[in-house]
């Protein structure tokens, strides 16, 4: 036999004989090592000792450099780093997590589940991406992909790890549309607000002057208005971002926050709503309402048949008229909860307006330089007068 080896060893398993009652030895060779100070067994499916041996070394390597995925990390399903990204999800993102399990159990599942992890190919991957841009766009299919990668990188992170970091593929994402950069100008609001029935109209209000978003506008509660303050508080399990953020009310947005107040109080004493259709029930969806109202605003696209205006462009005018008004970007970030600058800046967009107001601001530079120039061409002029009278 040759030499042992300095670390980990190479053995035969042995086992009892049931009939004649002797121990009896696997012909195969198993090996054996350390990970975290713990013993790992693992069978070489050889007779051959040189082959435990390149194996063994191989795992030993793995350790050292940090590529090692356990025995698991071999045999392991997709559908099992699914369900872990499943785990996460209800874990840290509770509000999306009906949509990653519907995800997972209608598309990616199926695709993807019984295939193990170590084998997952590129083109296994690029046959999802054809069967399912017959269905769906891109940026959809992106999302998907997302959604697989990252529960390849959770079992990545389990300890001992259920797949090998150098193993995880590259997924093939898409290119996307360039973001949305439909807003609201103020006249455009103002028809669309007229349009909407009376229980949505303060809805479209608080959206357009806080740039909130829809679900977080619609889930506010009066214990999360403080009137005397002029302050609505999200808490962190309001918002997207589970960050709480402060929402500064002023203006028209006071008063109509303040008239709510007191119609509750008045009417429906009971209701924990801020929007509410009935004082009862709150709004939920208006998406009918809204259509039947962009048409008669006249911001319909017949072509298309959808509005040209969507409830989200009020999350990019508010960012915008905040931005004109003067107010920090900074504070801007934290008002809309954007915590990242290139997420804010799809919102902070520039239209056609602004920029004829940057070239009529240029133009005035221009003639301001000019008229300097201009005066100071004449001021020398009367003082060379001078001298030569002198």
Request: proline share 6%; glycine share 6%.
């Amino acid at each position: 036999m040759p030499k042992k080896p300095s670390l980990g060893r190479i053995f035969q398993r042995s086992r009892k004989d049931k009939r004649t009652g002797k121990v009896v030895k696997s012909p195969r060779w198993s090996i054996e090592y350390r990970v975290d100070g713990r013993p790992v067994s693992e069978p070489s499916q050889s007779t051959d000792w040189a082959v435990a041996n390149a194996l063994l070394r191989r795992r030993l390597s793995e350790i050292d450099d940090g590529t090692y995925g356990g025995v698991d990390a071999r045999t392991v399903r997709i559908k099992r780093l699914l369900d872990l990204r499943l785990d996460n999800y209800q874990d840290n993102r509770p509000r999306s997590f009906d949509w990653a399990r519907l995800v997972v159990k209608a598309h990616l599942e199926p695709f993807f589940g019984a295939t193990r992890a170590v084998a997952l190919s590129s083109a296994k991957l690029d046959g999802y991406k054809r069967r399912r841009r017959r269905l769906v766009k891109g940026s959809t299919i992106n999302r998907e992909f997302a959604l697989l990668h990252r529960a390849f990188i959770l079992g990545a992170k389990q300890k001992p790890a259920l797949v090998v970091r150098t193993k995880i593929p590259d997924f093939p994402f898409l290119p996307e549309p360039p973001a949305r950069k439909g807003f609201f100008e103020y006249e455009e609001f103002v028809v669309q607000r007229s349009e909407l029935p009376e229980p949505l109209r303060p809805v479209i209000t608080f959206a357009y002057n806080t740039g909130c978003r829809k679900g977080e506008t619609l889930r506010i509660e009066w214990t999360q208005v403080d009137l005397p303050a002029k302050e609505v508080r999200l808490h962190s399990d309001d918002t997207k971002n589970s960050e709480p953020r402060i929402l500064p009310l002023f203006g028209e947005l006071y008063e109509m926050i303040k008239m709510l107040d007191e119609k509750r109080r008045t009417l429906y004493p009971d209701c924990k709503w801020v929007f509410t259709r009935n004082g009862r029930n709150r709004i939920k969806s208006f998406r009918g309402a809204w259509d039947e109202a962009s048409k008669r605003a006249g911001l319909w696209d017949d072509d298309t048949r959808r509005p040209t205006r969507l409830f989200h462009d009020l999350r990019r005018t508010g960012a915008r008229n905040l931005v004109r008004a003067g107010v920090p970007e900074g504070v801007v970030m934290r008002i809309g909860g954007w915590k990242t600058r290139s997420v804010f800046d799809r919102y902070n967009i520039v239209n056609t307006r602004d920029l004829h107001d940057a070239a009529a601001k240029l133009e005035r530079y221009h003639e301001e330089l000019a008229a300097a120039a201009e005066q100071n061409k004449q001021s020398k002029t009367q003082s060379n007068s001078l001298e030569r009278v002198n």
